[in-house]
C-alpha cells in the first residue's frame, strides 16, 4: 500500500511507520522535519505545517495515498482542510482520537462528563451522541478532549473519504513524551511508597504503544471499520492497588499505598500551578467496552507482566534521566502518606480498646 502517516515521527506514530516498513508498504511521513527516527533514510518525507493550509495544500498536491493515518489533527480545521485538499485522493483515513473526548475536565467527577461512567461499565462507542453538540466548549472545559470531540463530528457529517475512528486511553510505553509511566516507575523503584488520592480510587484501563501501533494496523486493514468508531484498551482491568502490585513485582519491591484523602493531598501536594495527580487514576471507573474491536478486527494486546519488563527496564537504563512531576516534593508526600497512616492505626487501636 502506497502510506501517509501524518506526525509518525513520535512515539505510537514512529512505531507504527516501522511497523509498516516491516510489512512492505510505501511511507511517506508529513512533519515539520524537527524529529528524524532511524528509519527516516527509508520513508518519503513530505515536509509541511499542518496549520498552514496553503503549504500542506501544496506538499500534498502531487499525491495520492491508499490509507492515511492521523496522528496530529487536534481541531477540527485540521480534518476539515484535510478532506478538502484531498478530496478523491485517499482510500480510507484512520483518526488518532482518545477517550477524553467524553470528559469535561480532565480528573473531573463523574458528573462533569458526557457520560456517566458510573453507571456505564463498559461504556460503549455509540453512548454519546455527537450530533447533539455543537462546536462550542466552556472555557473550563479539557480543551484536547473538546478538540478531539470536533473533530470526531466534522468527519462523521462531512468526511466522503472511507473513515475509522479509534479512540485510545492514556498511552503507556517506552519513550513516553507525557512522563506518566516514569512517575509510576520512579517512585516505585524507591521503595517507599505511594500516596494515592482516596477519590481516585477506581478500576481503569491503559495501553501499551506498540499494541496501540498495531491496533492503528489491524483497524486500517479490515474492511468492517469502514465508517465505524473503535475504543482499544488493555484487556486487562486495573486499579491503583493492581497497577502498583504489578510493578512492584517488575521492580522487586514491596507494594506500598498510602491512602490518604483528597482533601488532604489537595491542600498539602498542590502547587499553585500544578495538582497533584497520580497518572491513569480518575475520579471516576474508566474502562471502554471493547466488544466491537475484537469483533471487527481482531484486537489484541500484550500481557502485562511481558510489557511493563519491557518499559521500566528501558526508563532504568537512561542515564542521567530527569526527575518525574513533582519528584522534587517526594520527602513531603512520604511524610503525609506515613503520619496518615498512623493516625488510622491509633484511632482503630481506640475503637479495639473501647
Known amino acids: 500500500m502506497n502510506v501517509l502517516v501524518i506526525g509518525g515521527t ?11 516498513l516491516n510489512e512492505g508498504h510505501e511511507v511517506s511521513v508529513l512533519s515539520r522535519g524537527n524529529e528524524k527516527p532511524i528509519w527516516w533514510t527509508e520513508i518519503n518525507h513530505i515536509k509541511a505545517d499542518r496549520n498552514n493550509i496553503d503549504e500542506l495544500s501544496k506538499a500534498l498536491e502531487k499525491y495520492s495515498f491508499d490509507w492515511v493515518f492521523d496522528f496530529q489533527a487536534f481541531r477540527k480545521e485540521h480534518v476539515e482542510s484535510f478532506e478538502q485538499i484531498t478530496h478523491g485522493r485517499v482510500g480510507k483515513y484512520l483518526f488518532v482520537s482518545t477517550g477524553s473526548v467524553y470528559s469535561k475536565w480532565d480528573y473531573g467527577s463523574s458528573d462533569d462528563a458526557l457520560l456517566d461512567f458510573e453507571l456505564n461499565i463498559p461504556f460503549k462507542e455509540t453512548q454519546v451522541n455527537w450530533e447533539t453538540l455543537s462546536y462550542e466548549y466552556d472555557p473550563k472545559e479539557l480543551e484536547y478532549g ?11 457529517e462531512n468526511f466522503k473519504t472511507p473513515y475509522t475512528i479509534v479512540r485510545i486511553p492514556a498511552i503507556m510505553g517506552e519513550d513516553d513524551p507525557t512522563g506518566r509511566i516514569w512517575w509510576w516507575v520512579q517512585r516505585i523503584n524507591d521503595g517507599k511508597g505511594i500516596v494515592v488520592p482516596e477519590n481516585v480510587n477506581n478500576p ?3 495501553l501499551y504503544s506498540e499494541d496501540a ?5 489491524d483497524a486500517m486493514k479490515s474492511d468492517k471499520t469502514i465508517n465505524q468508531i473503535y475504543h482499544v ?3 486487562e482491568i486495573f486499579t491503583p492497588n493492581s497497577w502498583i502490585r504489578l510493578l512492584s513485582d517488575v521492580l522487586n519491591t514491596d507494594p506500598n499505598l498510602y491512602f490518604v484523602p483528597s482533601s488532604i493531598t489537595d491542600k498539602y501536594l498542590n502547587s499553585d500551578d500544578d495538582k497533584y495527580s497520580p497518572p491513569l487514576l480518575r475520579n471516576y471507573p474508566y474502562i471502554a467496552d471493547l466488544n466491537k474491536s475484537d469483533n471487527d478486527f481482531n484486537f489484541t494486546t500484550t500481557s502485562p507482566e511481558i510489557w511493563l519488563n519491557k518499559v521500566v527496564e528501558y526508563y532504568l537504563n537512561i542515564k542521567n534521566i530527569e526527575n518525574s512531576k513533582g519528584y522534587g516534593n517526594r520527602e513531603i508526600e512520604l511524610e503525609i502518606g506515613l503520619n496518615w497512616r498512623k493516625n488510622i492505626q491509633s484511632l482503630e487501636s481506640n475503637f479495639q480498646n473501647n
Open 10 to 20: 513520535r512515539y505510537m506514530g514512529r512505531i507504527l511507520v516501522q511497523n509498516l
Open 146 to 156: 473538546a478538540r478531539k470531540r470536533h473533530c470526531e463530528k466534522w468527519i462523521i
Open 204 to 206: 481503569f484501563r491503559t
Open 213 to 217: 501501533a498495531k491496533a492503528f494496523y
Open 233 to 235: 484498551a488493555t484487556h
